[in-house]
């Protein structure tokens, strides 16, 4: 079975919880990544998404997922352009409302599978 991470620049969504869920039933491991942590009294802090996976997550990784909204696009290709580089046989996959009202957009960025 496969071994999944969904990385997420902030709050978890309700469909990365169906999609964990899901996969997890199906027999596949399933990890969450929270890359970064918003609060209006404190500044926002962003974790080092490549030290967790070599470091701290303790199992090699069959796909990258994120979720994301248009305001994360940016940083999701950052992350995703990060990823690629790094990981060029790992798969990238990106889910949420901007992919689905603009496939067009993300399926024009080569990072993304």
């Given at each position: 079975?496969?071994?999944?991470?969904?990385?997420?620049?902030?709050?978890?969504?309700?469909?990365?919880?169906?999609?964990?869920?899901y996969?997890k039933?199906?027999?596949?491991?399933?990890?969450?990544?929270?890359?970064?942590?918003k609060?209006?009294?404190?500044?926002?802090v962003?974790?080092?998404?490549?030290?967790?996976?070599?470091?701290?997550?303790?199992?090699?990784?069959?796909m990258?997922?994120?979720?994301?909204?248009?305001?994360?696009?940016?940083?999701?290709?950052?992350?995703?352009?990060?990823?690629?580089?790094?990981?060029?046989?790992?798969?990238?996959?990106?889910?949420?409302?901007?992919?689905?009202?603009?496939p067009?957009v993300?399926?024009?960025?080569?990072?993304v599978?």
């Open positions: 079975m496969a071994n999944i991470l969904f990385i997420d620049k902030g709050i978890p969504t309700v469909g990365i919880a169906y999609m964990a869920a996969l039933q199906n027999k596949h491991t399933v990890k969450y990544f929270r890359a970064s942590i609060s209006m009294f404190l500044p926002n962003e974790f080092d998404i490549e030290n967790y996976i070599n470091n701290e997550l303790n199992m090699k990784v069959d990258f997922c994120f979720s994301l909204m248009a305001i994360d696009w940016p940083w999701t290709k950052e992350k995703a352009s990060m990823l690629k580089q790094k990981y060029p046989s790992i798969p990238i996959v990106v889910g949420g409302p901007f992919p689905t009202t603009s067009e993300v399926m024009a960025f080569p990072d599978d």
